[in-house]
């Protein structure tokens, strides 16, 4: 047999060599499930050290986003400045910041204000931008948690959202970045709210199992590993994407083609039906855009042409970083749309030879392909999300990282059982 071509294939044939002797009776979803509960995480090849990433948590928001934009990573485990050298990985780290929750919070700690202004040099009231952001739908409860609530009623939210959401150009985000309020905010300041992913680590010793089920059904984007038997310190973080990319190195293998030559439909997906589709329209407010991600609980979503059928581009919530490491590029627009967003950001890219996925067009498939080229074209792109159209190029649907790893295990009854005690923080949200 030939020797396995890169540590994740070699994880492929571990998973081949246990197929072969798994109980014959089993379904080929169970045989999968046992396979993957008898691989330790510490077989998962390490990731590159740049995104192997810790946040002290006396950063500052504006550093923060200038390291997650520079390591081109989505978001990164804070530890805590203050704890002391012995300390366990529970008291170690305080969560885990998102770039999309660095910019709503900044968004709602604005919002809350009644008086003061963005940044002694812009002078920009912030009782304006309240107004703004409350016809976005960016409001806050008495007990300071986001309601995603548009406007009193639907009426009112499709009148007043986009028009006064179109109305934030260019100089809001110049304010906003120049703040010292923004400058001066530390990580730890926002600990612990809901805007912050709860802190799941893994151990060496869990299953692949485990961590293929947190990585889809309980929707964790990545998962820090940490050793509980040298120093409680991160040694490795565990990706969607990282997992997409095994896949791919597994094609060929028997069990591997058992699965990934299923078609599309045959496994369900795309699991969204076209009617519940998010999507924004090309004219529409970019922020519309960032404010729909949130409400909905996805990583991005199609921007469509005016016939409300056709996908003109994409928009990822690692996105929002352009619009706060780069806020000059907007100065000479009015009204920053979808459409004017992908314009100004491929532009500044392609100036700067920085690739990005934002530079290639709408990577889409049609329904009767089989989830093996999915994940082929996937991994051969970097991109997070392929769209499914028809014969008429309409957009029907999404097929992510996730839903593609939640095809492949499934959750045994009762398998967590108290795995989710002690996750630090735990939002009032979380869906775990």
């Not at 997409?244 to 030559?261: D, P, Q, R, S």
């Not at 599309?264 to 924004?280: A, C, D, N, S």
């Amino acid at each position: 047999m030939e020797s396995p071509r890169s540590p994740e294939a070699e994880i492929g044939h571990r998973v081949e060599d246990l197929w072969e002797v798994t109980e014959p009776q089993l379904s080929p979803s169970e045989k999968l499930n046992s396979c993957f509960g008898d691989i330790p995480v510490s077989s998962f090849p390490l990731a590159p050290p740049s995104q192997v990433i810790e946040i002290p948590s006396d950063s500052s928001l504006a550093d923060t986003v200038e390291t997650l934009s520079k390591h081109k990573i989505l978001s990164a485990p804070v530890r805590n400045v203050d704890a002391p050298e012995d300390a366990s990985w529970i008291d170690r780290y305080i969560g885990i910041v998102e770039f999309a929750g660095i910019a709503l919070w900044l968004l709602h700690q604005f919002e809350a204000a009644s008086v003061g202004t963005i940044g002694s040099s812009a002078g920009l009231p912030v009782n304006g931008l309240t107004a703004k952001l409350e016809a976005l739908g960016i409001r806050r409860t008495a007990s300071g948690a986001a309601d995603g609530a548009l406007a009193s009623t639907a009426s009112e939210a499709k009148k007043s959202c986009p028009e006064v959401a179109a109305s934030v150009g260019g100089s809001f985000f110049e304010a906003l970045t120049s703040s010292e309020f923004y400058k001066n905010t530390k990580v730890r300041d926002i600990s612990g709210s809901f805007r912050w992913a709860p802190f799941l680590a893994l151990q060496n010793s869990d299953s692949f199992l485990t961590m293929l089920l947190l990585l889809s059904k309980y929707r964790m984007k990545s998962l820090p590993v940490v050793d509980l038997g040298g120093e409680g310190k991160i040694e490795n973080i565990i990706t969607q994407s990282a997992v997409v990319h095994m896949l791919a190195e597994c094609v060929g293998l028997h069990w591997f083609e058992n699965w990934g030559t299923k078609k599309l439909f045959e496994l369900g997906l795309p699991i969204m039906k076209p009617y519940r589709l998010i999507k924004v329209n090309e004219d529409e407010p970019v922020l519309r855009a960032f404010q729909l991600m949130r409400e909905k609980g996805i990583g991005g979503l199609p921007v469509v042409d005016g016939s409300g059928k056709k996908a003109i581009g994409n928009i990822s919530i690692r996105d929002v970083q352009y619009l706060l490491t780069a806020p000059e590029i907007y100065k000479d627009y009015r009204s920053i749309t979808a459409k004017n967003f992908l314009t100004v950001v491929r532009s500044y890219l392609q100036e700067h030879q920085d690739a990005s996925p934002l530079l290639r067009g709408v990577i889409t498939c049609k329904r009767n392909i089989t989830i093996k080229e999915i994940i082929l074209r996937l991994d051969t792109e970097k991109i997070h999300r392929i769209y499914v159209v028809d014969e008429d190029e309409t957009v029907e649907g999404v097929i992510t990282l996730r839903d593609i790893i939640s095809k492949l295990v499934h959750e045994p009854p009762h398998y967590f059982g108290d795995f989710f005690d002690g996750v630090v923080p735990l939002p009032e949200d979380s869906r775990v």
